[in-house]
T-cell receptor, first 112, second 113 residues
């Protein structure tokens, strides 16, 4: 049962443009949502998070949007830089189950 | 502050053998979780330990086990290795609070031949 889906396995964007990564979930008990970035041969790095009581959170070039009614989460990166090229995972969390659920990831390539 | 440290980085084992992986969490973090990453499968949750007690467990066979020590360091053991156990095993620590993020180590790459 795949509770978290990242339907785009890959995404290519020109440097300086906006990158939009999407994540859909089915479990209405998720109350904390995180994004991670992963480079090859390294562990995932925490990027940004949002609580279910908010619909937007910004940190520099990174903004996460949460649409609870649609059970949809998105990460916006603007402007995109070549160093942003990595695999991005969304990871909702439920305090009830005390567990993070990871999507299968989206591989972002930022073209110089 | 030092990050999460996993040892060894690479491991090659033969089918049927057993293996132990080690994880040292960030200082002050009482929760340690283990994940398996295989191509196309994302990160699959194995288990979480908090204050030496298993707090949660994923859907893996009993061949996968773990423990946590009083200093929060954790070990994961896989017995009777199968070819399908070849994967990147990631350890992550967090403070243990309700909305605290996971901080990952760089993983142990296990290859079973």
């Amino acid at each position: 049962d795949q509770q978290v889906k990242q339907n785009s396995p890959s995404l290519s964007v020109q440097e300086g443009r906006i990158s939009i990564l999407n994540c859909d979930y089915t479990n209405s008990m998720f109350d904390y949502f995180l994004w991670y970035k992963k480079y090859p041969a390294e562990g995932p790095t925490f990027l940004i998070s949002i609580s279910s009581i908010k619909d937007k959170n910004e940190d520099g070039r990174f903004t996460v949007f949460l649409n609870k009614s649609a059970k949809h989460l998105s990460l916006h990166i603007v402007p995109s830089q070549p160093g942003d090229s990595a695999v991005y995972f969304c990871a909702p969390y439920t305090n009830t189950g005390n567990q993070f659920y990871f999507g299968t990831g989206t591989s972002l390539t930022v073209i110089p | 502050k030092a990050g999460v440290t996993q040892t060894p980085r690479y491991l090659i084992k033969t089918r049927g053998q057993q293996v132990t992986l080690s994880c040292s969490p960030i200082s002050g973090h009482r929760s340690v979780s283990w994940y398996q990453q295989t191509p196309g499968q994302g990160l699959q949750f194995l288990f979480e330990y908090f204050s030496e007690t298993q707090r949660n467990k994923g859907n893996f066979p009993g061949r996968f086990s773990g423990r946590q020590f009083s200093n929060s360091r954790s070990e994961m053991n896989v017995s009777t290795l199968e070819l399908g156990d070849s994967a990147l095993y990631l350890c992550a620590s967090r403070t243990g609070g309700a909305q605290s993020p996971l901080h990952f180590g760089n993983g142990t790459r296990l290859t079973v031949t």
